[in-house]
């Protein structure tokens, strides 16, 4: 390939990159520590994805569980309408559910162990990207 169509295919390969991602995010996009990308994996909610991982025995020492019946999670006898935990440096644990009555955030320390899970308000619905439970 020359030199004028290397140049040439470069701008189209950035902007195709960039549509791309742009598109992945109108769509609600999450990472979870486990590296699961997208609202569904294999037909799973997020919040049965989760439920799946190794790490979820330690949300469930802290209060958290996940009802099969009902396919969500569920804290303190409430379903879980957000849940966000930070992993590792720019890891994320994110589910969004709008049948959930209960926000819960993920407190860790410095060593990125993870020290409780705090009640918190559930966002604006049209601020988050991942949305189950519509």
Not at 3 to 15: A, L, Q, W
Not at 18 to 46: D, F, I, M, N, P
Request: charged content about 25%.
């Amino acid at each position: 390939m020359g030199k004028k169509k290397i140049r040439d295919t470069v701008p189209g390969i950035v902007f195709g990159g960039t549509l791309a991602l742009l598109a992945a995010l109108a769509v609600g996009v999450t990472v979870t520590a486990e590296g699961t990308r997208g609202r569904k994996t294999c037909g799973q909610s997020l919040a049965e994805t989760l439920a799946g991982t190794g790490r979820f025995a330690e949300y469930e020492d802290c209060g958290l569980s996940y009802d099969a019946s009902l396919g969500c999670l569920v804290y303190e006898g409430e379903r879980v309408g957000y849940f966000h935990d930070e992993t590792a440096p720019g890891v994320y644990n994110h589910m969004v559910d709008r049948k959930g009555s209960v926000g819960i955030r993920a407190a860790r320390d410095r060593d990125w162990r993870l020290t409780g899970l705090e009640p918190v308000e559930i966002p604006d619905q049209d601020e988050s990207p991942v949305r189950e439970g519509t």
